[in-house]
Each structure stands twice: as C-alpha cells, then as structure tokens.
C-alpha cells in the first residue's frame, strides 16, 4: 500500500496543479462536531460517509443519490457526514460535497488526500466544516502548516493515524481531533484492534474516532468505551436503509 499511497498522491499533486487558487470565504456556520462530542458523551457519535467507491473495494455504490444518502444521516442523529471528493481513487467530486453542505445543518467533513493550502481554501468555499489530514501522506512540517492554516480559517480538522508513530505526530502539533484508521496501509486488511491496540496512547483532552470496519452494533459496541465516535462509509452506503443502519451504530458508552 505504501507505493499505492505514493500512485495516489501523485495524481493528486497533479489535480492540485490544475486547481486555482481561491480566497477562502468564512466557514460555514453550524454547532461545531467537537462540540457535539462534548454534549453527547454517554453515546458513541456518528460520522457517516458518502463513498461511491474506493480503491480496494472497487464501486461501492456508483449511483448513490448523494443528497437522499447525506438527508438519511441527518436524520439517523450523526454528527457529521463526510464527503469523498477525490475522482480517481474514489470517484467522488468537489459538487458532492458543495451539494451535502447546501442542504444538511451538520458539519461536512471534506474527506480527500489533502497535500496544498488550495485544497483547504476550496473546501471552506464548498460548505466543509471540518478537513481530514493524513499522517502517512505528509511531511510532519507540511502535516503542521495545514493544520495551522485550516485551524485559523475556523475549520475543525481530522488527523488521521495508522499507527503509534503517527499518533505521536498528531499529539505533537496538538490535533484535538485524531481518527485512528483500521485499514492497514500496507496490506489492505482492516482489523479495529488496531484501534484498540492505540488505546493507552490516548491523552484525556483530546477526541478519537474509529475510522474503517465498523459495520454493525457489535464493532460499535467494540471501541464505543474508548473512542468517542466511528466513522464509517462502506456498510452504510451498503444497507438498503441507512437511516437505520446509522442509528444502531449510536450505541451506549461506559465510561467510569
């Protein structure tokens, strides 16, 4: 996965290159996703993901009517909804996300590789609430500067780890928000205790999310004491009701 890794972000470096440079507006103004953390302690959150495809699976959902999916969340209670915007690995589109922010009151979390400012100042201009940056895609000084840039513009930021190194990284620059992500890079293979095999790394003041193979209560149920929301795309682009299939992943917490 690490030369998929390395495919992936050349094609982006070139999608950035084409992409011009905008001046970011305000953000768009919604209760922020950090905070319906701290309101929803007992009850592990939500972030449900519009994903028509991806790299490993292949199409996952080609002709998901984006809105009907992103309005089928919003009313399951999640706390967030990301979007996939990459069109080659992914086959999503910026208009995806431009499309979900315009007529959803929750934070949208644009979901790309992002490597450029550029991308930050579009997302901002399409409706995002919160960016992802991810460790293994960055430079600890580019991965830093991103994260100083979309911080000032107001936006909330994902900083997704795979590993206790990277974690490291992201406690470094102080991310309040880090998505451990179960998908392992190299093989492909997801297994959630690699979310669990994190846990002691974790530090009190800050707010983690599973990302990858929760697709049922029983995985919910699995990191619901230790990480404070999942993110997950495939089984719920999958389940002919999202809307239920959304909801049953909001179990109960336990936490002393």
């Known amino acids: 996965m690490a030369d998929f890794l390395e495919k992936i972000l050349a094609e982006k470096a070139l999608e950035v290159a084409q992409m011009p440079d905008e001046t970011p507006g305000k953000v768009r103004q919604v209760k922020g996703f950090v905070t319906r953390l701290k309101e929803n302690p007992d009850q592990l959150q939500v972030i449900g993901e519009v994903k028509r495809a991806s790299p490993s699976l292949g199409a996952i959902n080609l002709d998901v009517d984006v809105l009907e999916q992103a309005k089928s969340y919003e009313k399951a209670g999640v706390s967030a909804i990301s979007v996939l915007t990459d069109p080659v690995f992914f086959k999503g589109n910026i208009d995806d996300l431009r499309l979900v922010a315009k007529n959803v009151d929750i934070p949208v979390l644009n979901k790309d590789f992002i490597i450029d400012k550029k991308q930050i100042a579009r997302a901002v201009n399409s409706g995002a609430t919160i960016v992802l940056l991810i460790v293994a895609a960055l430079s600890e000084s580019d991965l830093k500067e991103l994260y100083d840039y979309a911080a000032s513009l107001g936006l909330e930021v994902l900083v997704e780890v795979h590993n206790a190194e990277e974690l490291a990284i992201a406690h470094s620059i102080n991310a309040e928000l880090i998505g451990v992500n179960n998908r392992n890079l190299k ?70």
């Open 187 to 256: 093989t492909f293979e997801v297994d959630i205790q690699n979310s669990l095999e994190l846990v002691p790394l974790q530090k009190n003041d800050r707010f983690y999310i599973s990302e990858s193979g929760i697709k049922s209560a029983v995985e919910a149920d699995q990191v619901a004491n230790d990480f404070r929301a999942v993110l997950v795309g495939e089984a719920l682009m999958k389940d002919g009701n999202p809307i239920v299939a959304a909801k049953n992943l909001q179990v109960a917490r336990h936490v002393d």
